[in-house]
T-cell receptor, first 114, second 114 residues
Framework: GAVVSQHPSRVICKSGTSVKIECRSL??????MFWYRQFPKKSLMLMAT?????????EQGVEKDKFLINHASLTLSTLTVTSAHPEDSSFYIC??????????FGPGTRLLVL | GENVEQHPSTLSVQEGDSAVIKCTYS??????FPWYKQELGKRPQLIID?????GEKKDQRIAVTLNKTAKHFSLHITETQPEDSAVYFC?????????????FGIGTKLQVIP
Protein backbone atom coordinates (compact mmCIF):
# COMPACT_ATOMS: atom_id res chain seq x y z
CA GLY A 1 0.00 0.00 0.00
CA ALA A 2 0.83 3.72 0.06
CA VAL A 3 1.96 4.02 -3.54
CA VAL A 4 2.63 7.42 -5.05
CA SER A 5 3.15 7.89 -8.74
CA GLN A 6 4.61 10.83 -10.56
CA HIS A 7 4.41 11.73 -14.21
CA PRO A 8 6.38 12.33 -16.29
CA SER A 9 9.53 10.67 -15.00
CA ARG A 10 11.67 12.95 -17.10
CA VAL A 11 11.03 15.87 -19.36
CA ILE A 12 13.12 18.09 -21.58
CA CYS A 13 11.71 21.44 -22.58
CA LYS A 14 12.77 24.66 -24.20
CA SER A 15 13.41 27.76 -22.17
CA GLY A 16 10.26 29.84 -21.78
CA THR A 17 7.80 26.98 -21.94
CA SER A 18 5.74 25.59 -19.08
CA VAL A 19 5.89 22.07 -17.73
CA LYS A 20 3.28 20.28 -15.64
CA ILE A 21 4.17 17.47 -13.28
CA GLU A 22 1.50 15.24 -11.78
CA CYS A 23 1.61 13.49 -8.45
CA ARG A 24 -0.95 10.83 -7.62
CA SER A 25 -1.60 8.75 -4.55
CA LEU A 26 -2.80 5.46 -6.00
CA UNK A 27 -4.22 3.59 -3.05
CA UNK A 28 -4.93 6.15 -0.39
CA UNK A 29 -6.38 9.59 -0.01
CA UNK A 30 -3.74 12.19 0.59
CA UNK A 31 -4.91 15.12 2.62
CA UNK A 32 -1.54 16.75 2.20
CA MET A 33 0.98 16.64 -0.60
CA PHE A 34 4.45 18.07 -0.59
CA TRP A 35 6.66 19.18 -3.42
CA TYR A 36 10.44 18.99 -3.14
CA ARG A 37 13.36 19.90 -5.28
CA GLN A 38 16.56 17.93 -5.09
CA PHE A 39 19.88 19.01 -6.54
CA PRO A 40 22.56 16.42 -7.33
CA LYS A 41 24.03 14.95 -4.16
CA LYS A 42 21.96 17.36 -2.09
CA SER A 43 19.12 17.07 0.34
CA LEU A 44 15.45 17.47 -0.34
CA MET A 45 14.37 21.08 -0.35
CA LEU A 46 10.73 21.59 0.51
CA MET A 47 9.11 23.93 -1.99
CA ALA A 48 5.51 23.93 -0.89
CA THR A 49 2.82 22.10 1.00
CA UNK A 50 -0.59 21.64 -0.53
CA UNK A 51 -3.82 20.61 1.07
CA UNK A 52 -6.75 19.40 -0.97
CA UNK A 53 -9.07 22.20 -1.89
CA UNK A 54 -6.97 25.03 -0.53
CA UNK A 55 -4.09 27.15 -1.66
CA UNK A 56 -0.60 25.79 -1.35
CA UNK A 57 1.75 27.12 1.29
CA UNK A 58 5.08 28.04 -0.21
CA GLU A 59 8.40 28.03 1.55
CA GLN A 60 10.41 31.18 1.78
CA GLY A 61 12.23 31.93 -1.42
CA VAL A 62 9.97 29.84 -3.65
CA GLU A 63 8.09 31.91 -6.21
CA LYS A 64 4.45 30.91 -6.15
CA ASP A 65 3.78 32.49 -9.54
CA LYS A 66 6.54 30.44 -11.08
CA PHE A 67 5.76 27.14 -9.41
CA LEU A 68 1.99 26.76 -9.58
CA ILE A 69 0.54 24.04 -7.41
CA ASN A 70 -2.95 22.67 -7.68
CA HIS A 71 -4.28 20.03 -5.30
CA ALA A 72 -7.59 19.39 -7.01
CA SER A 73 -8.49 16.13 -5.33
CA LEU A 74 -7.41 13.84 -2.53
CA THR A 75 -5.38 11.80 -4.99
CA LEU A 76 -3.90 14.36 -7.34
CA SER A 77 -1.62 17.35 -7.05
CA THR A 78 0.11 19.10 -9.91
CA LEU A 79 3.16 21.31 -10.08
CA THR A 80 3.51 23.59 -13.08
CA VAL A 81 6.84 25.20 -13.73
CA THR A 82 5.95 28.30 -15.71
CA SER A 83 8.29 30.01 -18.14
CA ALA A 84 11.00 27.50 -17.34
CA HIS A 85 14.63 28.51 -17.48
CA PRO A 86 17.81 26.41 -17.38
CA GLU A 87 18.25 27.14 -13.69
CA ASP A 88 14.94 25.36 -13.07
CA SER A 89 16.52 22.13 -14.23
CA SER A 90 16.39 19.79 -11.28
CA PHE A 91 14.86 16.69 -9.81
CA TYR A 92 11.37 17.34 -8.49
CA ILE A 93 9.85 14.89 -6.03
CA CYS A 94 6.39 14.89 -4.56
CA UNK A 95 5.21 13.12 -1.47
CA UNK A 96 1.76 12.38 -0.13
CA UNK A 97 0.60 12.10 3.42
CA UNK A 98 -2.55 10.75 4.94
CA UNK A 99 -1.71 11.00 8.59
CA UNK A 100 -0.02 14.40 8.50
CA UNK A 101 3.17 12.66 9.51
CA UNK A 102 4.33 9.77 7.37
CA UNK A 103 5.12 10.81 3.82
CA UNK A 104 5.27 8.53 0.84
CA PHE A 105 7.40 9.73 -1.99
CA GLY A 106 6.84 9.61 -5.70
CA PRO A 107 9.64 8.42 -7.99
CA GLY A 108 10.54 11.95 -9.01
CA THR A 109 10.64 13.92 -12.24
CA ARG A 110 13.87 14.97 -13.80
CA LEU A 111 13.43 18.28 -15.58
CA LEU A 112 15.95 19.58 -18.07
CA VAL A 113 15.39 23.03 -19.51
CA LEU A 114 17.42 23.83 -22.59
CA GLY B 1 12.14 28.19 11.36
CA GLU B 2 13.39 24.69 11.92
CA ASN B 3 17.02 23.86 11.28
CA VAL B 4 18.16 20.26 11.02
CA GLU B 5 21.82 19.39 11.05
CA GLN B 6 23.00 15.94 10.08
CA HIS B 7 26.41 14.34 10.30
CA PRO B 8 28.50 12.80 9.06
CA SER B 9 27.93 13.66 5.43
CA THR B 10 29.72 10.48 4.37
CA LEU B 11 30.32 7.28 6.26
CA SER B 12 32.18 4.14 5.26
CA VAL B 13 31.97 0.98 7.33
CA GLN B 14 33.02 -2.60 6.90
CA GLU B 15 30.29 -5.12 6.35
CA GLY B 16 29.04 -6.36 9.68
CA ASP B 17 30.02 -3.23 11.59
CA SER B 18 27.56 -0.72 12.96
CA ALA B 19 26.77 2.70 11.50
CA VAL B 20 25.50 5.69 13.42
CA ILE B 21 24.09 8.87 11.92
CA LYS B 22 23.23 11.83 14.11
CA CYS B 23 20.86 14.75 13.67
CA THR B 24 20.02 17.79 15.72
CA TYR B 25 17.02 20.06 15.41
CA SER B 26 16.23 23.52 16.67
CA UNK B 27 12.44 23.82 16.94
CA UNK B 28 11.06 22.35 20.15
CA UNK B 29 7.64 22.15 18.45
CA UNK B 30 8.88 19.37 16.17
CA UNK B 31 7.36 16.12 17.33
CA UNK B 32 7.87 13.60 14.57
CA PHE B 33 11.23 12.40 13.30
CA PRO B 34 11.35 10.09 10.27
CA TRP B 35 14.39 8.61 8.60
CA TYR B 36 14.51 7.98 4.87
CA LYS B 37 16.79 5.85 2.76
CA GLN B 38 17.42 6.91 -0.80
CA GLU B 39 19.22 4.59 -3.15
CA LEU B 40 20.86 6.04 -6.20
CA GLY B 41 18.27 7.26 -8.67
CA LYS B 42 15.33 6.16 -6.54
CA ARG B 43 12.77 7.80 -4.32
CA PRO B 44 13.33 8.23 -0.59
CA GLN B 45 11.80 5.40 1.40
CA LEU B 46 10.75 5.66 5.02
CA ILE B 47 12.74 3.17 7.05
CA ILE B 48 11.88 4.11 10.60
CA ASP B 49 10.33 6.96 12.52
CA UNK B 50 9.94 8.10 16.08
CA UNK B 51 7.56 10.42 17.82
CA UNK B 52 8.45 12.82 20.56
CA UNK B 53 6.77 10.80 23.28
CA UNK B 54 9.15 7.90 22.71
CA GLY B 55 12.85 7.73 23.43
CA GLU B 56 13.84 4.74 21.37
CA LYS B 57 12.44 2.52 18.67
CA LYS B 58 13.88 -0.56 17.05
CA ASP B 59 13.06 -2.50 13.94
CA GLN B 60 15.34 -5.47 13.35
CA ARG B 61 18.79 -4.06 12.53
CA ILE B 62 17.65 -0.45 12.63
CA ALA B 63 17.07 1.64 15.71
CA VAL B 64 16.43 5.29 16.36
CA THR B 65 16.93 7.20 19.58
CA LEU B 66 15.54 10.60 20.49
CA ASN B 67 16.69 13.02 23.18
CA LYS B 68 14.10 15.77 23.34
CA THR B 69 15.97 17.79 25.91
CA ALA B 70 19.09 17.96 23.82
CA LYS B 71 17.10 18.08 20.58
CA HIS B 72 18.99 15.33 18.88
CA PHE B 73 18.13 11.98 17.38
CA SER B 74 20.21 9.24 15.89
CA LEU B 75 19.92 6.33 13.51
CA HIS B 76 21.73 3.12 14.35
CA ILE B 77 22.25 0.33 11.85
CA THR B 78 23.79 -2.86 13.18
CA GLU B 79 25.35 -5.73 11.24
CA THR B 80 25.54 -3.59 8.13
CA GLN B 81 25.21 -5.22 4.73
CA PRO B 82 26.21 -3.96 1.27
CA GLU B 83 22.55 -3.33 0.45
CA ASP B 84 22.47 -0.78 3.26
CA SER B 85 24.63 1.46 1.07
CA ALA B 86 22.54 4.54 0.26
CA VAL B 87 21.95 8.12 1.30
CA TYR B 88 20.07 8.48 4.55
CA PHE B 89 18.07 11.57 5.42
CA CYS B 90 16.74 12.54 8.79
CA UNK B 91 13.82 14.94 9.12
CA UNK B 92 12.02 16.88 11.80
CA UNK B 93 8.33 17.56 11.45
CA UNK B 94 5.72 19.48 13.36
CA UNK B 95 2.92 21.96 13.00
CA UNK B 96 3.92 25.54 12.47
CA UNK B 97 1.68 28.42 11.49
CA UNK B 98 -1.27 26.10 11.08
CA UNK B 99 0.23 23.62 8.68
CA UNK B 100 2.57 20.68 8.80
CA UNK B 101 6.17 21.58 8.22
CA UNK B 102 9.02 19.20 7.60
CA UNK B 103 12.72 19.93 7.36
CA PHE B 104 15.29 17.47 6.10
CA GLY B 105 18.92 17.07 7.00
CA ILE B 106 21.55 17.25 4.28
CA GLY B 107 21.88 13.49 4.07
CA THR B 108 24.54 10.94 4.88
CA LYS B 109 26.03 8.80 2.18
CA LEU B 110 26.65 5.41 3.72
CA GLN B 111 28.98 2.99 2.03
CA VAL B 112 29.20 -0.55 3.34
CA ILE B 113 32.38 -2.21 2.18
CA PRO B 114 32.08 -5.96 1.59
Amino acid sequence: GAVVSQHPSRVICKSGTSVKIECRSLDFQATTMFWYRQFPKKSLMLMATSNEGSKATYEQGVEKDKFLINHASLTLSTLTVTSAHPEDSSFYICSASQSLETQYFGPGTRLLVL
Amino acid sequence: GENVEQHPSTLSVQEGDSAVIKCTYSDSASNYFPWYKQELGKRPQLIIDIRSNVGEKKDQRIAVTLNKTAKHFSLHITETQPEDSAVYFCAASGFSGGYQKVTFGIGTKLQVIP
